[in-house]
């Protein structure tokens, strides 16, 4: 496999998803233990860039943008969870939420001198506009409030976005 050109490995990385979520539509059945399991997974891994900052003491190559946006999408999803459903997904939110802030601390104020400031330049606003004016046109409809309908939507939308900044930082 290394030795295969950039296409070939794109291929196979394709096909590898697209037959991964097969065989989770296959074997998944209660879609909420997914997302339970993705939750926990999320939490887990804001945990361990916790313990590599505090063990390397840098966070060059890191957008403090896109820890921001996550911050962002992650309250409002709390929030939202808080007055809709309130379960396992609201404890797993708030532990990430927690995680989150922790590296946006570390990054502000701690480890502020490895911080690449002048490479961590997208405008937030490009993001977070866009996903509340579709989130007020394009939210679900349920028996919620609408205000916690067009929220909802707005942190699901900004949830997928949030990496743009990071994906900048790397280019």
Known sequence: LKRQPP?????LAVVSGMAALVVLRAVVHDHDNLFVAAEAVHAIGIAVLIYKLAKEKTCAGLSLKTQELTAIFLAA??????????????????ATLACTLWVVYMIRFNL???YMEDKDNFAIYLVLVP????????HPSTSHNIFNRILWAFCVYLEAVSVLPQLRVMQ
């Open 112 to 114: 502020r001198s490895t």
């Open 77 to 94: 999803r709390l929030y939202c969870s808080f007055v809709m459903e309130y379960d396992i997904h609201t404890i797993l939110d708030s």
């Open 7 to 11: 296409k070939v490995k794109a291929f």
């Open 131 to 138: 996903c509340a004016v579709l989130a007020f046109l394009v």
